[in-house]
């Protein structure tokens, strides 16, 4: 522990990354926009290369873009590496932090290593996952780390802009089919840590320097219709009206009350609407809700779609229409290694920073690495809660905590 | 009274042309599709000439379409004339009856007094309004008889599939130019009387026979925006949210209690909400309502107005967002003359027919007659309250019932 203790990242090299990677894919308003496989994400790569030569590291790509850094030439034993990184994708007008932070850091947690050369019983390397961001796939990079994509399903993705990703792949240079053969056993790594912003304001409002993430939300969609009758907005009075936007607004002005009213860590959001037929002057037939709702908890993640049921149900039964709810996805909550998390947590108070567990809102490559080996995360503020925006921001020295904890928990794992 | 009591209109007679305008225009469905200047609008004049010819009747088109009929060679003194009419355009895939009834029904007055020739000290006329539905202009034909329009604003007219109304005039063999030269004085009419459907639920709900129209509402439009703070949907805890769907939603809950709070005669209604940035994954920033709120009384919309904006800011207020209102339109209501409204209703109850008052929730081109001259309205039941669609329908007894207060009516104001 003392050894580990001494290191320190560089927080000015880290600085000097991430105000370059700013540049790969700057757009006018301040962000960044650097989709994979784009000019920019080659960019970035040239960049890595060339980070990687400098500090005598070796590079490797699979077949899906996904990167693997290691200092080969340090005296390390042949076994499992412990494996730490991000992303570098973004999304479009995304911000400077949003998976850099993660992967910068963890690059210069290889950086550090190389320099100090400190005894430990297995190798370190950097994981950059390709796609995080899903324009291809949600998590493509790592998901293709878990089960192999087959060339059928290969062949199926597409971007958001109606482009193939094997044409990606190809324009590249890469051979797409090698895109088949990316799956890694639970041998191949020991454990993976990822740092990250925590894309919310729950650090920035309670001033913790660091989260320790307990498990990364369930997430599950659905399509709430009421359905009413359409009438003309003059001629029916109020009295004889079967109106659905009454009663989804009744239910909207609850979301909050059945979220709460179910666990303090459930959410519940609408931000997608549908009317039919839509016109100013006729009482809709058809108020549709797009509900998105999540919970670490997959028990509770049930009882709060019971509770979306019942309460939409109630606001049907006051207003004279019909309610029905369809499920349209779920996703399972991801718990995340106690192990590493104590140990997260036990580094993170030695280094007299203020400690919190928070669960994941979003999604990360880190759920999917937990189905391969034990995974933690690490969080640091993110201003305003503000993300997936030009907006982004966390401070150097929030960042220059969050990788001193990756360090020190990736070398106290690389120990073991 | 005697006399005029004992004249009956034809149901034969006018079901016969109902029947027959059903098939201009008709659409799959079984709707009807008669925009004013349209092959199905030609046909309509087409065959309206016909019977003109057919019963000894004059029709004359004024330049923007207006239709008028009298007998002229009846023996008739030289005095303003007792107007009766309505409308026989459609909306796209509207209904059998909406204009219909009240011009059939007006055209059967006249085959019925040129046939009885009762003695009348003032001459009847049959008026058939270009475009009541709108296409170029919101109640065109009417308003271009109240107010000349200038050329430039003819100039500037489109219908929704973007033709200018001037081509549209030209394609009927017309000058547009006579378009310019349409309104009459008070001096041309002296009283006008449209019998029409109710297009709402209120007469057959309460099994009413006739409604005598007390004044067409006023209709008041805007914005109600609900502005707050754009998140994460996963990393956003609900009691960090500032969420404008939340708001908007319990302000929706409240439409009818805002309404009838107000008055009985109120409606309010939202029918179309613009939210963004609408994905939904995201807490919107910003949930838009495009209300729609009519009454008969001036005061009470203004009431309703104040109501609106109040209701807003509590919801705003309590969900910690910001609300601001923005009036896109105001018409003020048009009561109907009290004089034919006594009358219509002493000849309704002379024909045992059951008898209410009924405000207008939508506009008609009698909202322009009463700034020319006395005006009034019969309403009879639409089932379902249903119109502008093919399921608009009114029994053939109910029009029969209607067609003879309209023809009572007019015979005792062509008597004064």
């Known amino acids: 522990m003392s050894k580990a203790a001494a290191l320190n990242v560089s927080i000015e090299r880290i600085q000097r990354d991430i105000e370059h990677l700013a540049t790969l894919g700057q757009t006018p308003s301040g962000g ?3 989709t994979s496989f784009s000019s920019a994400d080659k960019q970035m790569r040239q960049w890595l290369h060339g980070q990687c030569q400098e500090h005598g ?10 990167i693997f850094i290691r200092a080969e030439g340090m005296n390390v034993p042949k076994a499992a590496p412990v494996c730490a990184g991000s992303h570098l994708d973004s999304v479009p007008e995304g911000g ?5 932070v993660g992967s910068v ?27 995080e961001e899903g324009n291809y796939h949600h998590l493509l990079g790592s998901t293709a780390l878990v089960d192999n994509f087959t060339w059928e399903e290969l062949q199926q993705l597409r971007g958001r802009e109606g482009d193939l990703l094997v044409d990606a792949l190809s324009a590249m240079d890469w051979d797409p089919r090698h895109a088949t053969r990316t799956a890694l056993s639970s041998h191949d790594v020991h454990a993976f840590v990822e740092l990250h912003i ?5 650090l920035e409002e309670s001033h913790t320097d660091i989260g320790i993430v307990t498990s990364i939300v369930g997430l599950a969609g659905g399509q709430l219709d009421f ?67 999540r919970d670490p ?3 509770v993640l049930s009882q709060l779609e019971q509770r979306i049921i019942d309460c939409a149900s109630n606001a049907a039964n006051q207003y004279g229409v019909e309610a029905s709810f369809r499920r349209m996805s779920v996703t399972a909550p ?37 189905r391969l080996t034990p995974t933690a995360m690490i969080f640091i503020p993110s201003a305003g809660g503000k993300s997936h925006s030009p907006q982004e921001h966390s401070s150097w020295q929030d960042i220059e905590h969050g990788a001193n904890v990756l360090l020190d928990g990736v070398v106290r794992l690389a120990q073991a």
Chains 1, 2 share one sequence.
């Open 32 to 34: 960044v926009s650097r």
């Open 57 to 66: 590291l070796t590079m490797r790509t699979d077949g899906i873009g996904n």
């Open 96 to 100: 400077r932090y949003d998976g850099i």
């Open 105 to 131: 850091a963890a690059l210069e947690v290889l950086r550090v290593l190389g320099q100090a050369a400190p005894a430990l019983q297995r190798p370190v390397e950097v994981v950059i996952f390709a796609d």
């Open 198 to 202: 925590e894309q919310g304001p729950v």
């Open 227 to 293: 359905v009413g009758s359409q009438d003309h907005a003059g001629t029916t009075p109020m009295r004889l009206r079967r109106d659905p936007m009454q009663a989804a607004g009744s239910f909207l002005g609850q979301l909050a009350r059945i979220a709460s009213g179910t666990s303090s860590t459930a959410v519940l959001t609408c931000g997608l609407m549908e009317i039919e037929p839509g016109g100013t002057n006729v009482v809709p037939r058809l108020a549709r809700l797009h509900l998105d709702f």
């Open 297 to 299: 908890d997959p028990d």
């Open 334 to 370: 991801v718990p995340l290694d106690p192990h590493i998390r104590a140990l997260l947590r036990e580094v993170a108070l030695g280094r007299n920073l203020s400690v919190t567990d928070i669960p994941s809102g979003a999604g990360h490559d880190a759920q999917n690495m937990a």
